[in-house]
């Protein structure tokens, strides 16, 4: 990742499911607000019931407004596996809290950059418009989608993917928190 480019910096996290993507992301959120930066964006986790998972809800990490991205009871969308796809949550919320970050935030945060998430014309605008604010952006990507907009992504020279592994998964958040100051320093 070239930390002087004029057009943002950008780290995406991936790996297999339940690697610990999203702990990984979440612990570099907590170092990066304790250097002082606001950090905006959103954030995606499991809603469970009864231990079951049924569905996964976005938030809005500056407003911490809450909306349903998929739920198995969810009447309309696009279907994922069991789960259909909220498309009016995820633009509102999803891509609104990336709009937001852009002029609110230091650090611009997307998780995650997935099959779901891709139905979303709104949701892949407000991701580009992250990805070219000049902004420090730290996300999520899955390891196995595609998309024209995976494709932008990984073409950038500025963007650097990195892999969740068992071997890295406790200590990689520090690498990245120490790569986003070092970025948030030089916009």
């Known amino acids: 990742m070239r930390l002087d480019s004029p057009l943002g910096n950008a780290i995406f996290l991936t790996g297999v499911p339940s690697v610990g993507k999203t702990t990984v992301l979440m612990r570099a959120i907590d170092l990066i607000k304790k250097a002082g930066y606001r950090v905006g964006g959103m954030i995606s986790s499991e809603v469970r019931v009864g231990g079951s998972r049924v569905g996964f809800e976005i938030i809005d ?25 909220n498309l009016r949550d995820l633009a ?45 952006l730290l996300g999520t990507i899955h390891f196995k ?10 073409s950038r020279a500025d963007t650097e993917i990195l892999e969740v592994k068992l071997t890295n998964r406790e200590s990689l958040h520090g690498v990245v928190a120490n790569k986003i100051l070092k970025a948030i320093s030089c916009v």
């Open 61 to 85: 990490l500056l407003t911490e407004q809450k909306g349903m991205l998929a739920h198995i009871s969810q009447k309309e969308g696009p279907q994922v596996g069991k789960y259909r796809v």
């Open 145 to 154: 989608a595609r998309d024209p907009l995976i494709d932008f992504i990984k």
């Open 92 to 136: 509102a919320i999803g891509a609104g809290s990336l709009e937001r970050a852009i002029s609110d935030a230091n650090l611009i945060c997307c998780d995650e950059v997935g099959p779901m998430e891709l139905y979303s014309p709104a949701f892949k605008k407000a991701v580009r418009n992250a990805m070219e604010s000049g902004k420090p």
